[in-house]
């Protein structure tokens, strides 16, 4: 039995689910309720133990039916049972007549009833808006059509969390070479005016699909000529990480101390914080803001001084040599093949200050 059913174990309970949540939204959206998918899936779960007792068939939610009962103006269970009633004196008084009905008439009454269900205008707003999204409905129909409805099913919602996850393992990063005058501030004495330092700033999480992607946008940087003095890893939108994250962070660490290169994270939040904490990976340094973090490369961290944000309009460069400094970094950061970082239009028009 087994070798007949196959992956038939597998599909048939998911392709029940999704066909249940599917018609299940749809329905919720048109008569205006909200549905709760942990009851539907206890009601299916418990339903199917106990039809397994009496030989019944697999229960789960249905397109077909679910269509032609929204048709009739059914509104409570209590449709079922005039539906079970309806099958049984057919199959006992009316089968023989059966056999006179063209299958195509039958088709009709589930194209009809599921004629509400199409809207095709949708498809001109997932265009309108974010044209990815029509990937899973077209893998979906083709395959439905083409093949098998259950396959089509299970094709597309793999190829919706495919979708879903690519983000998760491309997430953004900015590289923002700067020079000492735009991260400190003017009571801090530096004696160093030469070095530049890189601002790395993270927009989405990071979690293991995105650590090799990380690694590789980051590599650059190893390259650099002149190298940078260190290098600033902003967390401020970085609400979680995982083991393999705080593994590869731990790499990226040791590779830029054997280029003596400080790495200093800042804006870190308390779940990722108490987690790299947890992990003490080997020469982790951290601090409350980007400032702050730039005294710790520079040495400066005991001394106190106003805070010297950020902005266009604070950014004044003062030298001739940080200039070109910043310039070479910003250079061979562009002409990388990685595009996983962008620089900042201030870093670009730098020499025009």
Known sequence: MTGI????YIIVPVLGLIEAMAIGGVFARKAGYVIDP???LICYGIGNVLTAFFSGFPITGTFSRTAVNAQSGVRTPAGG???GAIVLIALQFLTPLFYYIPGASLAVVI???????????KLWIFWKTRKIDLIPWFVTFCVSLGYNIAYGVIIGAGVSIILLLYPASRPKIRLMPCNPSELLGPGDHLVDKESSVIVAKF????????????RATIMPLYTAKP???????????????????VQGIRILLESFKK????????????????????????FFKKADTVQDAARIIFGL???????????????????????????EIARQLSGSVNPGFELTDETRNGSNK
């Open 5 to 8: 059913i196959g992956a038939g």
């Open 38 to 40: 942990n009851q539907e």
């Open 81 to 83: 049972i005039v539906t």
């Open 111 to 121: 194209i009809l009833a599921v004629n509400d269900m199409i809207t095709v205008h």
């Open 203 to 214: 927009y989405n999480g990071l979690l293991y699909p995105a650590i090799e992607y990380t």
């Open 227 to 245: 190298f940078p003095k260190g290098v600033i890893f902003d967390f401020h939108h970085v609400a979680v990480i995982d083991t393999t994250t």
């Open 259 to 282: 280029k003596n290169v400080d790495v200093v994270f800042c804006h870190l939040r308390k779940s990722v914080d108490e987690l790299l904490t947890k992990s003490k990976p080997k």
């Open 301 to 327: 961290h005991e001394a106190a001084s106003s805070p010297a944000p950020l902005g266009p309009g604070s950014r004044k460069r003062r030298d001739n040599n940080n200039t070109r400094n910043q310039m």
